[in-house]
């Protein structure tokens, strides 16, 4: 669960990673095995983007007193 927004920025940034990597492994993987390798990118993905989503739907109140 991201506390602050320096645990924002870092996880933005996680998520930026992991789509440059994916973007290059899409270059250089057969179909088969890019959605293999991919599988547990996408779903750290959408794992790291929900917590940005409840990071930014508490107001910073909130977000102190959690």
Same mark, same amino acid.
């Given at each position: 669960?991201?506390?602050?927004d320096?645990e924002?920025?870092?996880t933005?940034?996680?998520?930026? %990673?992991? #789509?440059?990597? *994916?973007? @290059?492994?899409?270059?250089t993987y057969? !179909?088969?095995?890019y959605?293999? %390798?991919? #599988?547990?990118y *996408?779903? @750290?993905?959408?794992?790291?983007?929900? !917590?940005?989503r409840?990071?930014?739907s508490?107001t910073?109140e909130?977000? @102190?007193?959690a």
């Amino acid at each position: 669960m991201i506390q602050n927004d320096n645990e924002l920025k870092a996880t933005q940034e996680r998520i930026l %990673m992991f #789509e440059r990597i *994916l973007a @290059e492994a899409r270059k250089t993987y057969s !179909e088969s095995n890019y959605k293999a %390798m991919a #599988e547990g990118y *996408l779903v @750290e993905v959408d794992q790291m983007q929900a !917590e940005i989503r409840d990071y930014l739907s508490c107001t910073s109140e909130r977000a @102190e007193a959690a």
